[in-house]
């Protein structure tokens, strides 16, 4: 049964599922910020163990350029973070007013179908009624005074 709610209902669940879908590519974004950021660190692990201390193999411009790399893609990762948990919040907004319109959709869904069913009987009533009248009317006729 169609209801009022119906166009919010669309809008509102649209909405979440764009919500939805923001997280999702955040979420993959965050995930690759962690693998490069762990690829930074392993090269600078493997940089320093084949340098060891010889200082003729050892290159602190690269590995401070590698920090400095670290450095930035935690930051960018604190970033998205911070993204994501925007996003949270408003998946949780946008799920808790879907969730009313959709009870306020249900409740006139509800009370529709009891005005219905009062008015079928209210009709069964009448027609009952009506039938007791007429019968009575007969019973009135026919019986002696």
Known sequence: MKTPYDAALRVRQ?????????IRAEAGTLGELER???????????E?????????????????????????????????????????????????TLRGIETAAEDYRRDT???????????????SAAAFLKTLRIVRRESPR
């Open 36 to 46: 490069e950021r762990a690829r930074v660190q392993a090269a600078l692990r493997a």
């Open 48 to 96: 320093a163990q084949v340098a060891g201390t010889d200082l003729a193999l050892a290159s602190p411009a690269w590995q401070g350029r590698m920090r400095g790399q670290g450095r930035e893609l935690g930051s960018l990762q604190a970033q998205v973070q911070a993204r994501v948990d925007r996003l949270r919040d408003a998946a949780v907004d946008a799920y808790g």
């Open 113 to 127: 179908a009891r005005a219905e069913a009062a008015a079928e009987q209210s009709t069964s009533d009448d027609l």
């Open 14 to 22: 649209r909405e979440l599922d764009e919500v939805s879908t923001a």
